[in-house]
C-alpha cells in the first residue's frame, strides 16, 4: 500500500513536467476531466447552458439568425469566441514554452487555467448582467485552454472538456474488443488500455459533474476556487522535478 501511495504521488508531483509517460498523462487527464465535468454543470446551474457544448453553440447561433434572438446570439459568440481564444492562448504558451523554457511549456496553461478558476467568485461584484456574459467568456475559454493542452500534452489521445469524442472513441474500442472475442483469428487490433483510460475519463467527468452540481449549488462560483488553486500547485510544483524513466513508468 506504501509502495502504492509513494508511485500515485510521484505521478501527481510529475502531472505538469515537461518530459511526459501514459502514466502522467492518464493521471493529469483524469483530474482535468473531473474538473471539467464540474465546471461544466456549475455552467449550466448559474448560466443555464453547457460552457462546453460548442455543436450546441452552433446551433443556438443558426437558430437565433432564423428567430432573430440577438441575445441568444450573443452569448452563442461569446461562448465559441471564448473556446477559440483560449485553446489559441494554450496552443502559443506551450510553442513559446518549447522553444524557450522546455520545463514551464505545460505547466504555463495550466497555471493560467487555475487561475482564472480561482479567480471566478470575483465576478460576483459585477452586475448581473455583465456577470453573465463575463462568466460565459471567461469559463469558455478555461474550457479551450484546457481541453486544447491535454490534447497537446496527450498527443491528441486524450480531451476532457467535453464528451461525445471519448464515448465515441469507447464505442469504438468496445466494438473491436467483442469482434476479436467473437473471433480471434481474424486479428482486428484493440486496445484493452485505451479502453480502460476512455472509462476512467468519462467516470471522471461523471464524478466532477456530480461534485460540480452540489457544490455550485451551494456555494456558486466560490466552488471553483479549490480545483483552481491545485492546478496552480501543480503548476509550480511539477516542473521542479526531472523525469527519470524505468520501465516506461515515470520516476522522481
Known amino acids: 500500500m506504501h509502495a502504492r501511495q509513494t508511485r500515485a504521488f510521484r505521478v501527481a508531483r510529475l502531472a505538469a513536467a515537461p518530459k511526459r509517460t501514459p502514466e502522467t ?8 476531466a473531473g474538473i471539467a465535468g464540474s465546471l461544466n454543470v456549475g455552467g449550466f446551474l448559474l448560466l443555464s447552458q453547457y460552457t462546453s457544448h460548442m455543436t450546441g453553440h452552433l446551433s443556438n447561433i443558426a437558430g437565433s439568425l432564423v428567430f432573430t434572438n440577438l441575445m441568444m446570439l450573443l452569448d452563442s459568440l461569446a461562448a465559441i469566441g ?7 492562448v494554450s496552443a502559443a504558451m506551450i510553442a513559446w ?15 493560467v487555467q487555475g487561475a482564472l478558476l480561482a479567480a471566478l467568485p470575483l465576478m460576483t461584484a459585477l452586475p448581473d448582467r455583465a456577470e453573465h456574459r463575463m462568466a460565459i467568456v471567461i469559463v469558455c475559454f478555461v474550457m479551450g485552454l484546457q481541453n486544447a493542452t ?4 496527450s498527443g491528441a489521445r486524450i480531451r476532457t472538456s467535453h464528451a461525445t469524442g471519448l464515448i465515441t472513441d469507447m464505442g469504438i474500442e468496445i466494438g473491436r474488443s467483442l469482434y ?6 481474424a486479428e482486428v487490433p484493440y486496445d484493452g488500455g485505451k479502453l480502460w483510460l476512455y472509462v476512467q475519463l468519462v467516470a471522471a467527468f461523471i464524478v466532477g459533474g456530480v461534485l460540480g452540481a452540489i457544490g455550485h449549488g451551494m456555494i456558486g462560483w466560490a466552488f471553483a476556487m ?11 510544483w511539477s516542473p521542479r522535478h526531472r523525469t527519470a524513466f524505468r520501465g516506461g513508468k515515470a520516476v522522481a
Open 25 to 32: 498523462d492518464r493521471s493529469l487527464g483524469i483530474l482535468l
Open 150 to 153: 491535454i490534447t497537446r500534452i
Open 180 to 185: 476479436h472475442a467473437a473471433k480471434p483469428r
Open 97 to 111: 514554452g518549447q522553444t524557450r523554457s522546455a520545463r514551464l511549456c505545460y505547466a504555463l496553461p495550466l497555471g
Open 226 to 236: 479549490p480545483p483552481g488553486l491545485m492546478l496552480i500547485t501543480l503548476a509550480v
Open 82 to 88: 471564448g473556446f477559440v481564444t483560449g485553446a489559441a
